[in-house]
């Protein structure tokens, strides 16, 4: 690899971590706005059961916001597998998070969201594939500094 590629894929990297952190920040930034009107305007006009589900979408939208955000900002992460969370990640909490919102209003508009609740699981499932994938790129890298370090002795 010559300086100029190094060069190059070092800029990459850092263009996909400020997008994976920005992503990060809308997506907080949003699980917080969609948190206070869920607990606000939503309080009288759901039912228990649906205002807590709608709360579940609002949890786990900020836990990716809050991984995307530890994603972004490590250097122990390969750039392949922090685009492949970045992506995920993204794409499981809008069919996951999406998905509940759909269904936990669905009572508030003429619309039957019901037809979409294939996707939930779908986009759970996404997220799951992201936290593993956040697991074995981790075990990788301590495999790799373990046999680094045993070739050193």
């Not at 786990?60 to 972004?72: C, D, I, R, S, T």
């Not at 969201?113 to 994938?133: D, E, M, N, Q, S």
Request: hydrophobic letters at 50%.
């Amino acid at each position: 690899m010559t300086i100029r590629t190094k060069f190059v894929f070092h800029q990459d990297l850092k263009i996909m971590d400020r997008k994976i952190i920005a992503t990060a920040a809308i997506l907080g930034m949003t699980a917080v706005v969609l948190g206070a009107f869920g607990a606000h305007a939503l309080k009288d006009l759901l039912e228990a059961d649906k205002l807590v589900t709608f709360e579940t979408g609002v949890r786990y939208q900020m836990y990716h916001a809050l991984v995307l955000l530890f994603v972004g900002a490590s250097n122990i992460l390969s750039a392949k597998a922090k685009k492949s969370i970045y992506y995920l990640c993204l794409t499981g909490v809008i069919l996951f998070s999406g998905s509940i919102f759909l269904l936990a209003t669905d009572s508030l508009n003429s619309i039957n969201f019901k037809a979409i609740g294939f996707i939930t699981p779908i986009g759970g499932l996404l997220l799951i594939i992201g936290w593993l994938v956040l697991l074995v790129d981790i075990l990788r890298k301590r495999e790799n500094s373990l046999g680094n370090k045993t070739n050193l002795n």
